[in-house]
């Protein structure tokens, strides 16, 4: 009988197994739980805003080739994460997107339609077997678009290059970006060197995503149907065009201006600058925008540079514009973790104005501001970090500015045929105090791959770049996917630590340089006493003087070495708390839960028998 019951059992098991695979298969397979920390497995908003976006249905082949990449588990697994959220795309748009999977063979019909869609077939493994890993798209209207090739080194933007070649198929108006600069943005020869250097990489990222077109400043009119228009280091506007900008903004055009107290990266300003390399400014100042001809010093966020000593110095003046310095509320920085920038300036409105200034790029509460000229003559970031003293002060880097604005021409010039526009309420204006984070040397490092160029960026300056033009032209959906999962979080207690003992360290070596002088100074003295057969002539008074500051240099050097283990053990106790709360406490305290648990079910139980017999 026992016997039967449980055959029975286990057959009415196997039943409500296979039918609850049934019903989640069929009826629960489009609700999941997402339980990993940043949603990594779940489309985000932008994502859904692209697909509703959607007239027309669109195709999407992904192709990968399954048979050849056999034991290759890391590009397998990759693989099947790429397959799930292109499976989650498809869900999500209500039959707006066609998902097809193919294996594309070698020497089959697969193959020959991956290679018409432009994939690349990776030469990988010891044979050299060709395998395809991409994605290619079409619509209604025939256009193809596609990623040659999932690089996983690149999954953290997975999300976003899907999303961005479904948002390019649903056939939006191309976005036309008028670049107003004299700098050497699509190559040329350097100066110095007389080298021809290639392209800045974020003019390659913009030219890549946007029709951009670059206008010297001595143009007299802005191309037909701008969408955005980037200064960029302006100095030297010819009126007509200066007019032109003007009346852009004053028609509702949306306008990026980066402005420079002193552009650090000019070859000839790398060379020692005997004045400030500024932007200019003039219209911003007439709409009501102000921007400080000062330099922002701030220790708190300076990089670490090589000094003149051979050491490593942080750099007040050149700034790591971290997460905490960044509005992480803002669709343009929300997901950024570090933009870098040289000299920058402050941003701040006029008393009179009536534009609202939003934010969007801070320094930290350690600032300080220094005139231009002063921080061109000193020559090192020691001499600068003596300037900053006690700075308590925060400035805004980069805002966005809405509004009501006048115009800053009174009348139209004589040779104009379009209507003056003489204000606006619909200012739309972004003002970052920098333009050395266009420079290449502050994001990207360069190498080379097989004799082709490769960049690799380090900060997220192309992000914010691209953010800005994206934001501006309307299309933030796709900004707020731009480097999700990105998991670089800064160790902020660690770095005030940090920050801290290198002051203490500063002064002890200051004082060490100083007494250092002093000696020089006696030693050439002693010098001058030497007779003619070249020996040295002391006195015991000099002698002792010697000796003593000898003792001095050994007692500071001390100092020094505790400061750094001061440093050193501070931070090491942080770690060590950390590593025992996650290793150890954290155990003890499930442990302890699951045992008052397990007591409060047997004293429970106990009571149930006893009562049972009662």
């Not at 509460?365 to 002060?393: F, H, I, K």
């Not at 006048?406 to 619909?426: F, Q, R």
């Amino acid at each position: 009988m026992n016997r039967v019951s449980a055959i029975a059992s286990l057959t009415l098991l196997t039943f409500l197994f296979v039918g609850l695979v049934i019903v989640n298969n069929q009826l629960l397979g489009r609700f999941r739980v997402d339980l990993t920390e940043n949603q990594v497995y779940s489309l985000s908003e932008g994502s859904k805003a692209v697909l509703s976006d959607l007239d027309e249905p669109v195709t999407l082949y992904f192709f990968f080739s399954d048979t050849t990449s056999k034991g290759m588990t890391s590009l397998r697994n990759y693989a099947d994460r790429v397959e799930s959220l292109l499976k989650e795309f498809a869900q999500s748009a209500n039959g707006k997107v066609v998902l097809k999977v193919i294996d594309p063979e070698p020497f089959s019909e697969a193959e020959d339609q991956a290679s018409k869609f432009g994939l690349t077939a990776a030469s990988i493994g010891a044979v050299g077997e060709s395998v395809y890993f991409g994605l290619a798209g079409t619509n209604a209207f025939d256009d193809q678009f596609s990623i040659s090739f999932f690089d996983p080194l690149k999954e953290q933007f997975l999300e976003y290059d899907i999303a961005k070649l479904i948002y390019q198929l649903s056939d939006p108006e191309p976005v036309k970006v008028s670049l107003i600069t004299d700098l050497p943005v699509s190559g040329g020869q350097n100066p110095m060197t007389g080298e021809y250097t290639g392209p800045m990489v974020f003019y390659e990222q913009l030219s890549q995503l946007f029709y951009t077109e670059v206008i010297a400043g001595s143009a007299t009119t802005l191309p037909e149907q701008t969408d955005v228009v980037i200064l960029a280091h302006a100095k030297d506007l010819s009126p007509s065009l200066s007019y032109a900008v003007d009346q852009f903004a004053m028609n509702n055009g949306r306008i990026i201006a980066f402005v420079d107290p002193h552009y650090e990266s000019d070859p000839m300003a790398m060379m020692g600058a005997i004045e400030p390399n500024r932007s200019s400014t003039a219209l911003l100042q007439k709409w009501g925008v102000r921007v400080s001809n000062n330099i922002i010093l701030d220790p708190k966020i300076g990089l670490d540079i090589r000094s003149q000593s051979g050491g490593v110095v942080k750099h007040p003046g050149i700034l790591g514009l971290g997460a905490g310095n960044l509005d992480r509320e803002d669709v343009t920085t929300a997901n950024l973790e570090v933009i870098n920038g040289a000299s920058v300036g402050a941003i701040s409105l006029s008393n009179e104005t009536e534009l609202s200034l939003q934010p969007i790029i801070k320094t930290s509460t350690n600032a300080t501001e220094v005139d231009a000229l002063l921080y061109l003559e000193q020559a090192s970031p020691e001499a600068l970090q003596r300037l900053t003293g006690n700075a308590s002060n925060t400035y805004i880097v980069a805002g966005k500015i809405t509004g009501k604005a006048n115009s800053a021409y009174s009348l139209a010039p004589e040779e104009t045929e379009h209507k003056h526009i003489a204000n606006t309420n619909g200012m739309k204006l972004v003002v970052v105090a920098d333009s050395d984070l266009l420079a290449d040397r502050y994001w990207v490092q360069q190498s080379n791959f097989f004799g082709q160029p490769v960049y690799t960026p380090f900060a997220n300056n192309g992000d914010f770049i691209t953010n800005l033009v994206e934001n501006m032209a309307g299309s933030n959906a796709l900004i707020s996917i731009r480097s999700r999962g990105s998991f670089v979080r800064p160790f902020t207690t660690v770095n005030d630590l940090e920050l801290k003992a290198e002051k203490r360290f500063r002064e002890q070596e200051e004082l060490l340089q100083q007494q250092l002088l002093q000696t020089e100074e006696r030693l050439a003295q002693l010098q001058g006493q030497q007779d003619q057969s070249g020996s040295l002539v002391m006195t015991s008074e000099q002698q002792d003087t010697i000796d003593e500051f000898v003792q001095q240099r050994v007692e500071i050097r001390k100092k020094l070495r505790e400061v750094r283990y001061e440093l050193e053990r501070d931070i090491d106790a942080l770690g060590n708390f950390l590593k025992f709360t996650n290793t150890a406490a954290a155990p003890v305290v499930l442990v302890c839960l699951l045992y008052l648990a397990a007591s409060a079910l047997r004293r429970r139980a106990g009571k149930q028998w006893t009562a049972g017999r009662q």
